[in-house]
T-cell receptor
Framework: QKEVEQDPGPLSVPEGAIVSLNCTYS??????FMWYRQYSRKGPELLMY????GNKEDGRFTAQVDKSSKYISLFIRDSQPSDSATYLC???????????FGAGTRLAVHP | DSGVTQTPKHLITATGQRVTLRCSPR?????VYWYQQSLDQGLQFLIQ???????AKGNILERFSAQQFPDLHSELNLSSLELGDSALYFC?????????????FGPGTRLTVL
């Protein structure tokens, strides 16, 4: 079993839809949780990170962590074609060194 | 642009060969990380260096090695290459390693082994 599980999709939604991306993790010691966005042929870029359980909002993006169920979510409101990318959830392992990534979910937002 | 640079962008080589991938971290970052991204394994952590010293190791094969030089740039050496080594190799850098610091990823090197 992978430490961070993520449905690879693909997910296709119309412009303006609310998108929900989800991951689960198995290691209860994980404390930091990240969402990265990766455009085709580019490196991942950090969208948001959260520490422990709770919600964090940044513009149209909301990250949510439920440590009791080991569930990580990213919500995108009013999705735009420019949001079309692969979204990777991740957690920090081994202190502050190693990022453990999910498989990534490919999202397509069509006009 | 993350400020992390990687060269070359693309590399095509044959099985059994040896290649070197280069990474320059963001100005001021002391920590360098290497990741491999393949279709079947996803994005996986390989190794981390901090200020010239190895700090953490992940799923790095014995045929692979890395180092970080006094000017903080890093090189990832891949030897006895196999078809399965074809992947995107990313370098990331961060300021420090004693607390959470964002890892900034470079554009990657696409390695194709024929």
């Amino acid at each position: 079993q992978k430490e961070v599980e993520q449905d690879p999709g693909p997910l296709s939604v119309p412009e303006g839809a609310i998108v929900s991306l989800n991951c689960t993790y198995s290691n209860s010691a994980f404390q930091y949780f990240m969402w990265y966005r990766q455009y085709s042929r580019k490196g991942p870029e950090l969208l948001m990170y959260t520490y422990s359980s709770g919600n964090k909002e940044d513009g149209r993006f909301t990250a949510q962590v439920d440590k009791s169920s080991k569930y990580i979510s990213l919500f995108i409101r009013d999705s735009q074609p420019s949001d079309s990318a692969t979204y990777l959830c991740a957690s920090l392992s081994g202190g502050y060194n190693k990022l453990i990534f999910g498989a990534g979910t490919r999202l397509a937002v069509h006009p | 642009d993350s400020g992390v640079t990687q060269t070359p962008k693309h590399l095509i080589t044959a099985t059994g060969q040896r290649v070197t991938l280069r990474c320059s971290p963001r100005s001021g970052d002391l920590s360098v990380y290497w990741y491999q991204q393949s279709l079947d394994q996803g994005l996986q952590f390989l190794i981390q260096y901090y200020n010239g010293e190895e700090r953490a190791k992940g799923n790095i094969l014995e045929r692979f090695s890395a180092q970080q030089f006094p000017d903080l740039h890093s090189e990832l050496n891949l030897s006895s290459l196999e078809l399965g080594d074809s992947a995107l190799y990313f370098c990331a850098s961060s300021v420090a390693t004693n607390s959470y610091n964002e890892q900034f990823f470079g554009p990657g090197t696409r390695l194709t082994v024929l």
